[in-house]
């Protein structure tokens, strides 16, 4: 049997339907290859991630999986819709089929809802065998122990950077419940930790030194995160992750993550305001103890990214102006700065739809860019989208990225100034929006 697995890519900009497209990807995809290792071996695999590959539709396969998010939805469709005419059996996977599973599966065969390890392997018996069910779902969690490597071998070597960083995954969930997050929907309401010799022998499987770990958050119980940095030491790697803002603050969590090879840490600090983190139920992010965090990883050579969202109802016009000075006197090395968009599936999603604060709901996520998607409480959705944008432009400006940006001497400052140049290239065009969704 012969599996064409896809990961496909975006759309240009809003409503512009030309492809996203990359000659080479830094970070590994993960998705593609792990699916990949899910599905019985005796199967001819053939992995496609479209940012950097074209599909060939005039290629004969007996079944296509297609893993979708919402901001690729609608590009999952088209291809959905090529393959079908074909005569070829098409399944959707992904995260996007949570909530949006009646929608994709009027372009599917068949759905899958859920982790891949209980599913993968029955989807493919089931397309062999003719008898494809329309849903597949998981109903259970899995405990993270025993995971399959991922099948990199089945990537395109050409379509990666000659200094890749690859993504190993040390847990699923988070522990913690912010009140405009879907996380724990996807994932469940438990924080799982898979085993930390599995994962210390992944990365010597993936023989590189460049390691992101494609976690929720990194540190969701501390004494597992100590034991699994210890192991890290031997490797001499070089890692990079997500974590929460107060975990910064542990001094001896800190020393040891550098002695570990920590590069770059990304943080969902959200806001700066102490109103709109309690409203947020925001917990680890201590308002009053930001300026501290920041002065602590340039203190330790440490390169570091904020998540900021813009648009809550605590917000004022001021906060703009008041948040990209603080930036900039803390000499904050990176920062993404995102619209608020309730995620279907939460309360506050459900809140805003009654209210008729939603001003596209069915477009809501599905185009890249700085897009206005609710009706804000103090300014206006085009207020949102210009003020967004002026701190893109302000804050990577040259002027400013020389202030407050370390001399490139050490590879973690050296991978500030290649995400600050990064940041230049996308906003230029004027449609920006950060998304970590390539992984």
């Given at each position: 049997?012969?599996?064409?697995?896809?990961?496909?890519?975006?759309?240009?900009?809003?409503?512009?339907?030309?492809?996203?497209?990359?000659?080479?990807?830094?970070?590994?995809?993960?998705?593609?290859?792990?699916?990949?290792?899910?599905?019985?071996?005796?199967?001819?695999?053939?992995?496609?991630?479209?940012?950097?590959?074209?599909?060939?539709?005039?290629?004969?396969?007996?079944?296509?999986?297609?893993?979708?998010?919402?901001?690729?939805?609608?590009?999952?469709?088209?291809?959905?819709?090529?393959?079908?005419?074909?005569?070829?059996?098409?399944?959707?996977?992904?995260?996007?089929?949570?909530?949006?599973?009646?929608?994709?599966?009027?372009?599917?065969?068949?759905?899958?809802?859920?982790?891949?390890?209980?599913?993968?392997?029955?989807?493919?018996?089931?397309?062999?065998?003719?008898?494809?069910?329309?849903?597949?779902?998981?109903?259970?969690?899995?405990?993270?122990?025993?995971?399959?490597?991922?099948?990199?071998?089945?990537?395109?070597?050409?379509?990666?950077?000659?200094?890749?960083?690859?993504?190993?995954?040390?847990?699923?969930?988070?522990?913690?419940?912010?009140?405009?997050?879907?996380?724990?929907?996807?994932?469940?309401?438990?924080?799982?930790?898979?085993?930390?010799?599995?994962?210390?022998?992944?990365?010597?499987?993936?023989?590189?030194?460049?390691?992101?770990?494609?976690?929720?958050?990194?540190?969701?119980?501390?004494?597992?995160?100590?034991?699994?940095?210890?192991?890290?030491?031997?490797?001499?790697?070089?890692?990079?992750?997500?974590?929460?803002?107060?975990?910064?603050?542990?001094?001896?969590?800190?020393?040891?993550?550098?002695?570990?090879?920590?590069?770059?840490?990304?943080?969902?600090?959200?806001?700066?305001?102490?109103?709109?983190?309690?409203?947020?139920?925001?917990?680890?992010?201590?308002?009053?103890?930001?300026?501290?965090?920041?002065?602590?990883?340039?203190?330790?050579?440490?390169?570091?990214?904020?998540?900021?969202?813009?648009?809550?109802?605590?917000?004022?016009?001021?906060?703009?102006?008041?948040?990209?000075?603080?930036?900039?006197?803390?000499?904050?090395?990176?920062?993404f700065f995102n619209v608020f968009s309730p995620?279907?599936?939460?309360?506050?999603?459900?809140?805003?739809?009654?209210?008729?604060?939603?001003?596209?709901?069915?477009n809501m996520g599905r185009w890249p860019g700085?897009?206005?998607?609710?009706?804000?409480?103090?300014?206006?959705?085009?207020?949102?989208?210009?003020?967004?944008?002026?701190?893109?432009?302000?804050?990577?400006?040259?002027?400013?990225?020389?202030?407050?940006?370390?001399?490139?001497?050490?590879?973690?400052?050296?991978?500030?100034?290649?995400?600050?140049?990064?940041?230049?290239?996308?906003?230029?065009?004027?449609?920006?929006?950060?998304?970590?969704?390539?992984?």
């Amino acid at each position: 049997m012969h599996i064409h697995i896809i990961q496909p890519t975006h759309f240009a900009g809003h409503f512009d339907r030309r492809l996203y497209k990359s000659s080479r990807r830094a970070l590994v995809p993960l998705t593609l290859p792990y699916l990949a290792a899910l599905c019985p071996r005796e199967a001819k695999i053939t992995l496609t991630d479209e940012q950097t590959q074209d599909l060939d539709f005039s290629k004969k396969y007996d079944l296509v999986l297609i893993t979708s998010t919402i901001l690729t939805s609608f590009r999952v469709y088209d291809i959905a819709a090529q393959y079908r005419q074909r005569g070829i059996p098409v399944v959707i996977g992904g995260p996007h089929c949570t909530f949006y599973g009646d929608e994709a599966l009027r372009h599917a065969d068949a759905i899958a809802i859920g982790e891949g390890e209980d599913i993968v392997a029955e989807i493919v018996r089931d397309a062999a065998a003719g008898r494809l069910k329309k849903r597949y779902r998981s109903y259970r969690y899995h405990n993270l122990k025993n995971l399959p490597f991922p099948r990199y071998d089945l990537l395109d070597k050409s379509t990666i950077s000659r200094i890749p960083t690859y993504a190993v995954q040390t847990t699923r969930g988070c522990p913690y419940r912010c009140h405009f997050c879907a996380e724990r929907f996807h994932l469940g309401e438990k924080y799982r930790m898979r085993p930390v010799e599995e994962v210390v022998e992944e990365i010597k499987a993936t023989g590189c030194k460049q390691i992101f770990f494609a976690d929720s958050t990194f540190v969701g119980k501390r004494s597992r995160t100590m034991e699994l940095m210890e192991a890290l030491i031997p490797l001499k790697i070089r890692w990079s992750t997500l974590w929460n803002v107060h975990r910064c603050l542990d001094a001896e969590l800190m020393s040891l993550a550098r002695r570990s090879g920590l590069l770059h840490i990304n943080m969902g600090v959200e806001s700066i305001s102490a109103a709109t983190l309690k409203d947020m139920n925001k917990k680890t992010t201590p308002a009053d103890r930001i300026a501290e965090v920041a002065a602590i990883l340039n203190r330790l050579d440490v390169s570091f990214s904020f998540n900021l969202i813009f648009g809550w109802d605590t917000d004022t016009l001021e906060d703009f102006d008041i948040t990209l000075d603080f930036l900039l006197r803390n000499k904050v090395h990176v920062a993404f700065f995102n619209v608020f968009s309730p995620h279907k599936g939460t309360a506050i999603y459900d809140q805003y739809l009654a209210e008729g604060r939603l001003i596209d709901p069915y477009n809501m996520g599905r185009w890249p860019g700085i897009i206005a998607e609710i009706y804000p409480a103090n300014y206006s959705p085009r207020e949102l989208e210009e003020n967004v944008l002026r701190l893109y432009r302000e804050f990577y400006s040259w002027p400013n990225m020389i202030t407050r940006l370390p001399f490139p001497k050490t590879k973690s400052s050296m991978a500030s100034w290649f995400m600050n140049l990064q940041e230049r290239k996308l906003y230029c065009g004027s449609t920006h929006r950060a998304n970590f969704d390539g992984i």
